[in-house]
Nanobody, 128 residues
């Protein structure tokens, strides 16, 4: 059974940090483009960050540039999202996703429809 399982969410104050982790199982994800998305109530799901199969290319939404860092460990089959200086507008459910058919340019892989596998999500709430 193919699974992506997120962890690390929680309730924090503005300015705090959180580290989200995504553990993949059931197949190897080492050749997939991986992404972190988020969805706030009443809003569409949006990409936060993405990382190429080798980790050599990354993409960040403008709203998180300089605050969030995506990384991956293909041996452990994990993808992480380090979130610093969190803001109330970062409050959302965060999802890990994998794409098996993706564009070479990381910035082209922002559409959720490109992603084949999704985790169940983890809630991040940032209070002001």
């Amino acid at each position: 059974q193919v699974q992506l399982v997120e962890s690390g969410g929680g309730l924090v104050q503005a300015g705090d940090s959180l580290r989200l982790s995504c553990a993949a199982s059931g197949r190897t994800f080492s050749t997939d483009f991986m992404g972190w998305f988020r969805q706030a109530p009443g809003k569409e799901r949006e990409i936060v960050a993405g990382i190429s199969a080798t980790g050599g290319s990354t993409y960040y939404a403008d709203s998180v540039k300089g605050r969030f860092t995506i990384s991956r460990d293909n041996v452990k089959n994990t993808v992480n999202l380090q979130m610093n200086n969190l803001k109330p507008e970062d409050t959302a459910v965060y999802y890990c996703a994998a794409s098996t058919t993706y564009y070479t340019r990381a910035s082209s892989n922002t559409n959720p429809s490109l992603y084949n596998y999704w985790g169940q999500g983890t809630q991040v709430t940032v209070s002001s």
